[in-house]
């Protein structure tokens, strides 16, 4: 299926599930040294294609200004490892409310074993869509984390396809609910 098209459905899903509201949260996808990423101020929810842009990895991006705030965080998540080929960024309220309680999120469940793979770390504040944000991340992608937690803002998760960055941030926000009943 074409990229954008992917991404169109996946970005409607995740407002679907109340992951984000308004232009918030954003998803990405990597095929060699493509990656297609939401626009800055796009509505995931309208489904549209025309929401979605494609970057060359080699070339300077930076400046494109129709690019979203937090093409740092996918870009650090892309370099960090290899398999890494589809982000998924989320400001979840279970999310952010366990990042409040937490710097480090272990199993609450054998989905989370299966889907998740490895405790998910929470990083203090940082700013959004700064550089800052973006090279934490990557550090704890680059360690093996699936998922990383953002105190006062939200979520981010990886995979090797969207359907896999997906479950595992469906996974996340299963997990934190289940922490915050049980805790
Ligand atoms: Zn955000």
Redesign the pocket.
Known sequence: MDKRRLLAEYGKKICGEKLVIGA???ISLRNEDRVYIKKANFNMAEGSVEGYIDIDLTEKYSLNKELSS?TPLHIASYEAREDVKAVI?V?SPFMIAVAHKVTLLRSTSYEFDCILKKEVPSLEYIQ?GSEDLASAVGVDIKRGANAVLMKR??AVSVGDSIEQAYLRILALERACITFLHSS
């Open positions: 918030g949260g954003n937090e960024h400001h959004p803002h939200g």
